[in-house]
């Protein structure tokens, strides 16, 4: 039988080849694949969002534990859709219309992935419009969005007012992020939550799901 402890620390030590070899070793032993994220993978994630914000982790070692988390992930997440686990809610993620930053974006929707979400990656420079299709068509219970540039955050007001005219605000929470973003900005626009961290993200989005 594999120890997963290991799977835990290479989550958390950002080993994607570890990570994988072990969800894959454990999966063949009969794991529960729930099991592997829930007491190894989001624990790891966890830790990895706390060590960043106490500055004991930086970007570089966010983004190898997001990649080894993802390629555990993909082994398990086809598994749990087979079983009819349901995600713990799905997100739109997007950088804003005008902003063509990534890595800010990549990062929330990592942890956002090891809170056990299933994230709709819109990708960068995404308009209003294609986040209210990501409510209306694909279901998303939250819209998250980043912006990096202070010439770029109008767009997340006008992604609210697009959700506003579309007639889908009401279903849906937007959460929203990034360096020039600020708690009273995030007010001023009538967003339902923010952070300023991507390893907030995945906290931000369980509080507002409530």
Known sequence: MPNLQILHDAVLNGDAKTAKATTEAALAAGHEPLKLVQEYMMPAMTEVGRRFECNEYFVPELLLAARAMKAAL??????????GNQPTGRVALG????????????LVAAMLEGGGYEVIDLGVNVSPEQFVAAVRDKGAQIVALSALLTTTMPSMKATVDALKDAGVRDRVKVIVGGAPVTQKYATEIGADGFSESAAGAASLAKQVMG
């Open 95 to 106: 950088t804003v219309k005008g902003d063509m930053h990534d890595i800010g974006k990549n």
């Open 74 to 83: 993909e082994l398990v997440r086809p598994l749990l859709a087979a079983q």
